[in-house]
């Protein structure tokens, strides 16, 4: 009896883990048609990186550090610090 609970349990678990979808850490990143949309939600701007300098000055708000993010917004960073819509 308790050899059948046992099996029982290990299978329904097993079952309902391959049914459940994977959960991605990947999360698409989105494109923005330009800074004023990105600031919208990342007041800071986007950084490719924790270490990377600002190169235009001071700003009011940190970026928001998502490479992936970075990646696909990066035509918005004009003075390629690693930081695209910086304010």
């Known amino acids: ?3 059948r609970a046992t099996t029982l349990i290990v299978s329904t678990l097993l079952i309902g883990g391959a049914l459940i979808a994977p959960i991605s850490t990947d999360a698409a990143a989105k494109s923005y ?3 004023a949309e990105l600031n919208k939600d990342y007041k800071g701007g986007v950084a490719k990186d924790a ?3 600002n190169k235009g000055g001071k700003t ?3 970026p928001f550090v998502s490479a992936e993010l970075y990646k696909v917004n990066s035509s918005k960073d004009r003075d390629n610090d690693g930081i695209a819509c910086e304010r």
Do not use: I, T
């Open 1 to 3: 009896m308790k050899k």
């Open 33 to 35: 048609s330009n800074c």
């Open 51 to 53: 270490n990377v300098k």
């Open 60 to 62: 009011k708000f940190a």
